[in-house]
C-alpha cells in the first residue's frame, strides 16, 4: 500500500512539472501585446528582434475591447520599456511574423505593450474607415451641382456639336498622315536628286572651269575695251582739233560718225558687263551644289588676277 502512494504521489510530482516546463519553459519568459485586429496572427508565428527569432506567439485571447496576444521569448532577449511591435508580411504568398523594436532604457518585464505601440500590416476595413475621414468636410452640393451642369450640356444639340468636334480632329488626323507621306515622298526625291548631283559632279565641276574662264576672259577684255575706248577719246580729241578746220563744212557728220563707233564700243562694254555678272552667278549656283557635297574645284580662272592698264591686282 505504501509503495503505491509513493508511485502516485511521484507520478503526480512529475506530471506537474512536465505541465510546468510545457507551460513555462525553462529560459523563456512570457510578453504581452495587444491590439484591435489579430487576423493576421496565429499561435506559433515567430517573433523576432532585429532579424533573429527569439520566440514564438503562444496565445490569443479576446477582451472586450482589444485582442491579448501572448508570446514566449528567450530570457537573454532584452525588450524595453517602450518597445513596439510590429506585425510584418513573411513572404509575398502570405505569412506574418511579430517584429520587436526594442526600445527604453529599462526592461519591459511584464508590463503590456499598449495598443498605440502596436502596429498591424495592411487592412482594408481600416483603410475605408479612415479614407471618409479625409472626404466628411468635403461640401457635396458643389460637386453635384457640375455634374448636372455636365449632364445638361452633353443633352440636345450639344451631343452633335461634340460629335462635330471629334470628326474634326479624326479629319485633321486623317490630312497630317496624308501630308506626312506627301513629306516622305519630298525627301525620297530630294534624296534621288542628291544622288544624281553626286554622279555627275565631274562634270559639274568642268563645267564651273569653263564658266570661270569665259567671266574671266570677257572681264580682262572688257578692260581692254574700256582702256582702249579712253585712249580713242583721247586720240580724237587730239586728231580732231587741229583737222578740225579742214573738215568744217562734214565736221558734224564726221563728229557724229565717230561718236555712233564710240556708242557702239560703249553698248559693248555695258553688255559685256551684265553678262559677266551673269556668268558669276551661275558659277556661284554650280559651287554651292558642289560645296554641298564637298567636290568643289581647286583652282578657277576667276581665282586669278591679271592686271591691266588702269586696273592694278
Given at each position: 500500500?505504501?509503495?503505491?502512494v509513493?508511485?502516485?504521489a ?10 510546468l516546463?510545457?507551460?513555462s ?9 495587444y ?7 496565429r499561435s506559433?508565428d515567430?517573433?523576432?528582434?532585429a532579424?533573429i527569432?527569439?520566440g514564438k ?11 491579448r ?7 537573454d532577449?532584452f525588450?524595453?520599456d517602450?518597445?513596439?511591435v ?8 502570405g ?12 526592461s519591459?518585464?511584464?508590463t ?7 502596429t498591424?500590416?495592411?487592412?482594408l476595413?481600416?483603410t475605408?474607415a479612415?479614407?471618409?475621414k479625409?472626404t ?10 457640375s ?10 444639340t450639344?451631343v452633335?456639336?461634340l ?7 479624326n479629319a485633321?488626323?486623317g490630312?497630317?498622315d ?5 513629306i516622305s ?10 544622288a544624281?548631283?553626286a ?9 564651273i572651269s ?9 572681264e580682262?577684255?572688257?578692260?581692254g575695251?574700256?582702256?582702249a ?9 587730239a586728231?580732231?582739233?587741229p583737222?578740225?578746220?579742214f ?7 564726221f563728229i557724229?560718225?565717230?561718236k ?11 553688255n ?7 556668268l558669276?552667278?551661275v558659277r556661284?549656283?554650280l559651287?554651292?551644289v558642289l560645296d554641298?557635297q564637298?567636290?568643289r ?6 581665282d586669278l588676277c ?5 586696273s592694278p591686282c
Amino acid at each position: 500500500m505504501f509503495w503505491g502512494v509513493a508511485a502516485m504521489a511521484l507520478l503526480t510530482v512529475v506530471a506537474t512539472v512536465a505541465a510546468l516546463m510545457y507551460v513555462s519553459p525553462p529560459g523563456r519568459r512570457t510578453m504581452v501585446f495587444y491590439t484591435n485586429d489579430a487576423s493576421a496572427v496565429r499561435s506559433g508565428d515567430s517573433v523576432r528582434i532585429a532579424g533573429i527569432t527569439v520566440g514564438k506567439v503562444e496565445s490569443l485571447a479576446i477582451e472586450p475591447d482589444r485582442v491579448r496576444v501572448r508570446a514566449k521569448i528567450e530570457n537573454d532577449a532584452f525588450v524595453g520599456d517602450q518597445s513596439q511591435v510590429q506585425v510584418r508580411m513573411l513572404t509575398v504568398v502570405g505569412g506574418y511574423y511579430v517584429n520587436v523594436v526594442s526600445l527604453g532604457d529599462k526592461s519591459l518585464g511584464d508590463t503590456p505593450i499598449p495598443l498605440d505601440r502596436v502596429t498591424m500590416p495592411y487592412n482594408l476595413m481600416q483603410t475605408l474607415a479612415d479614407s471618409t475621414k479625409i472626404t466628411q468636410n468635403v461640401d457635396p452640393r458643389p460637386i453635384k451641382e457640375s455634374l448636372d451642369r455636365l449632364q445638361q450640356g452633353l443633352n440636345g444639340t450639344n451631343v452633335e456639336a461634340l460629335t462635330a468636334v471629334i470628326e474634326a480632329g479624326n479629319a485633321l488626323t486623317g490630312t497630317i498622315d496624308r501630308q506626312r507621306g506627301q513629306i516622305s515622298q519630298i525627301l525620297d526625291l530630294s534624296d534621288e536628286y542628291i544622288a544624281a548631283m553626286a554622279g555627275y559632279k565631274d562634270k559639274l565641276r568642268e563645267l564651273i572651269s569653263k564658266i570661270s574662264i569665259i567671266e574671266q576672259t570677257l572681264e580682262v577684255y572688257g578692260k581692254g575695251f574700256a582702256g582702249a575706248l579712253r585712249g580713242m577719246g583721247d586720240i580724237s580729241d587730239a586728231f580732231l582739233v587741229p583737222f578740225g578746220e579742214f573738215w568744217v563744212n562734214h565736221r558734224e557728220e564726221f563728229i557724229q560718225k565717230v561718236k555712233d563707233w564710240q556708242e557702239q564700243v560703249r553698248r559693248w562694254a555695258d553688255n559685256n558687263s551684265r553678262i559677266v555678272p551673269r556668268l558669276r552667278r551661275v558659277r556661284d549656283k554650280l559651287e554651292r551644289v558642289l560645296d554641298a557635297q564637298n567636290a568643289r574645284p581647286e583652282l578657277l580662272a576667276t581665282d586669278l588676277c591679271i592686271p591691266m592698264p588702269g586696273s592694278p591686282c
